[in-house]
Structures are given as C-alpha cells and as structure tokens.
C-alpha cells in the first residue's frame, strides 16, 4: 500500500519545483511568459524529441519573437482578418448563453439536451469583468468547482472554463471554447448516462458537407488536448473520466455564409496519440540542470536614451543564436507548418549535412545513420564490405544495394528507350 510523502519529502519536491521555476525565468528573462495552448501542446506531440522547443515552451519564451530576432522569421499564421472574422463568428455561437450552439445540438444533430445554467468563467464574478481579467489560478479553482457541481449531475454549460495539464513535468492551462454540455445522442438508449461533450468553434467553412482536412485533422488535435485535459480534471475530483465524450462538437460555418453548422468529430485516434506522446516528453527539470548559465533567451529592449532612436537589445542575433546551439534540436519538415523556430532549425540541420532534413521516413530508415555524408560514404559501392561502416554495417549493406539498384536502373533505361519502336505517326 503507498505511503503518503512526509514533510521533508513535500519540502524538498516544493524546493526543487521553485529551482525549476527561476531557472525557467532567468531563461525567458524580464518579459512576461507566453502560456501554453492547445496549439502548442499539439505541436510539442507532433514532434516530442524536440528538446529546444520543450524549453523554450517551458520558459515561456516568444518564439515568434525569437525568430525575427535572429534573422529567420516564421512565415505562417493567421491574418488579421481571419482573426476578427473568428471572434465575430464565435461570439455568434455563443450569443444569448449559447443559445445557437445549444439549438444545433438539438435540431441538426439530434442531440437530447437539457437547459443548460450558463456560466462564465472568464468573467469576474464580482466586477463582471470581460474574459481575461481574472487571474489564471484563479480561473482554474473556479473551474474545479463548477465541474465539482457537474459530476454531481448539474446541467451546467461551461463558457471559457481554464483546463490544466501536466506537460514535462510543468503545469500548463488550455481553454477551450464551450465545455460541459451533459447531452445524450440520438441514437443512445433511454437508459445511457447523459455525457460531457467539448465544443470547438472554428471560422473556416464546411462547404457541400466538405472541409479542408488538414484543418479538420488540426482542429481534432486541439479538441482532443481538451478531452484529455477534461478527464483528468474529473478524475482529480473522484468522477468517472469516462463520462467526457471522446465525440467533440465541431461548429463552423456553413457553405458560404455565416450560419453556423454542427459537425460530431470523432477524437479518439488523436485523443490516444496526444496521452501517448505527453507521457513521452522529457522532464523539463532533466533538460535544463545541465544546461550552460550562459544560455539565455532574454528579449527585451530598453526604451531608446532619445526620441527616434531604437532602444538597446538586451540580446543580439549572434547571443541568442549560440544559446539556441546549447540545446539539441530535432527537425523535421513537419515543423514548418507547427513551429515558429522551424525556419532556424532547417537552416542549422542543412549547414551539418543532418538526415533529419530528408523526413521522418528517411531519417528512420536510415538506423541510426545521423549525417548526409556519413550515408553517402556507406552507400558507395567501391569501398570495402566493411569499410567506414562505423558500427552501422547493415544500414551500409542496406545503403549499397540501394545504391546498386539505383545505378542499374539508370544504365538501363537509355537502352529500353533506344529498344522501343518509334511511335506510329
């Protein structure tokens, strides 16, 4: 039977843990942190062997801003306008305490809903402040207890409530858009227990019952960082995780208006792969305790000395580039599409002759095989059967054959093409 943590064991993790939390501080320096989303989390999933990004993340650092500041700015994310197009439509879903949302479920998806007592958690309950203006534990306590009164069978729908989830061994918060729809599907039997379903809203539109799969595929992702983020928060208060529903609520537009349409998503693929890469990430306390002092990621910039002058970096491009070289990257071509520092990595693994540049598929094929030149050593045919093998002599033999295949095949198309009859006129 476990034994409960005594005294000096609680003081010596609460030690270690603030350890950790300044020496993440003293990485990001006098800025605020970026927090975690969902988006984030996905991307860390996507690519968990990533130590650089699982840093930077873990400070809170700007990436976006890092980036541009040494030279290799990201090239993606949405405009201003697709911005403002998805607040306008989700606060559409959501005006009149989700009244939309909540005739959706019921009409197009058939959903038996119950009413539903509204609340918002983003909103000071005192000073009835917009979303935001509560602080994030704050929020999070909130949260726990509202979700107390739903695992005791309250209908109650929950509008920007403040999930937690451990991500390297640091807490990290997510918000999903609506939460704590206790629902029962058409098709469940009378008997079934009403679930919990997340709803995610989304500005890009479901044309003729089609989407863009690619959106689709990264929607069900952040969906399902919530579904897992949900379930352990019921677990936390002693409830069955199992009441969330691995089925999400999808809602984006409709055709080319704005009429909101619903969609059931389902997550349980994603839901699998976002546990199983989490229980994956390195701890964040092993990563940083032998990192370099040196390496620092401090972005800010003093107010200019006079009117019209730029004011003094508190790091250069050269600084916070040889700080970046500290801490082992792992890049993929994926990275492109899901990490701000993506441009700098590919830069770097092309400038060391890296196998990562080729993908995944290559780089694993490959056994173990880390450089360009080392493959291009093994592949070549005219050295000895165990030359420069290095302890890889089957990815070499493997290497060589292809290479052999390779050389045959372009020796004998030019005869097949010589051999062919001219074409009929």
Request: aromatic share 4%.
């Amino acid at each position: 039977m476990p034994t409960s943590p005594s005294a000096p064991q609680v003081a010596a993790a609460a030690q270690s843990a603030a350890a950790v939390a300044a020496r993440l501080d003293s990485l990001r320096g006098p800025v605020a942190p970026r927090s975690h989303d969902a988006r984030t989390i996905a991307a860390l999933t996507v690519n968990p062997g990533c130590s650089r990004r699982a840093v930077l993340d873990a400070a809170g650092v700007d990436k976006r801003k890092l980036s541009e500041r040494i030279g290799f700015p990201a090239r993606y994310g949405q405009s201003p306008f697709a911005i403002t197009r998805g607040l306008a439509f989700e606060k559409q879903v959501k005006a009149d305490g989700c009244a939309a949302l909540l005739g959706l479920l019921r009409t197009s998806l058939g959903f038996d809903v119950p009413e539903h007592e509204y609340v918002d958690l983003g909103a000071d309950p005192d000073a009835s402040a917009p979303a935001g203006g509560v602080d994030r534990p704050t929020r999070y306590e909130r949260t726990r207890e509202l979700f107390g009164r739903v695992a005791a069978g309250e209908a109650l729908l929950a509008d920007h409530p403040l999930l937690r989830l451990d991500v390297g061994g640091r807490p990290a918060y997510v918000e999903p858009d609506v939460v704590a729809l206790s629902a029962r599907p058409a098709d469940a039997a009378a008997s079934a227990p009403a679930r919990l379903y997340v709803a995610e809203v989304k500005s890009f539109a479901v044309i003729d019952g089609q989407a863009d799969p690619a959106k689709v595929g990264a929607a069900a992702t952040q969906a399902a960082v919530y579904v897992l983020a949900l379930r352990r928060l019921l677990a936390s208060l002693g409830a069955d995780p199992a009441l969330v529903a691995e089925d999400v609520i999808l809602v984006c537009p409709k055709d080319f208006a704005n009429e909101p349409s619903a969609h059931v998503l389902d997550v349980r693929r994603q839901l699998a792969a976002v546990e199983r890469q989490l229980a994956r990430l390195p701890r964040i306390a092993a990563l940083i305790a032998d990192l370099d002092p040196a390496v620092d990621f401090d972005l800010a910039v003093d107010p200019p000395a006079a009117e019209g002058e730029p004011g003094r970096e508190h790091r250069g491009a050269a600084e916070l580039t040889k700080s970046l070289s500290m801490i082992e990257a792992r890049y993929a071509p994926e990275c492109v599409t899901n990490c701000e520092m993506a441009f700098h990595c590919r830069a770097e693994a092309r400038a060391a002759g890296a196998a990562d540049v080729l993908g995944r598929p290559v780089r694993d094929a490959l056994g173990g095989v880390a450089g360009i030149d080392e493959v291009l050593a093994l592949a070549d045919a005219s050295g000895a059967p165990g030359a420069a093998s290095g302890g890889h002599g089957e990815a070499a033999r493997l290497l060589r054959a292809a290479s052999r295949a390779y050389t045959e095949a372009l020796l004998v198309a030019p005869r097949a093409a010589e051999s062919e009859p001219p074409a009929a006129a």
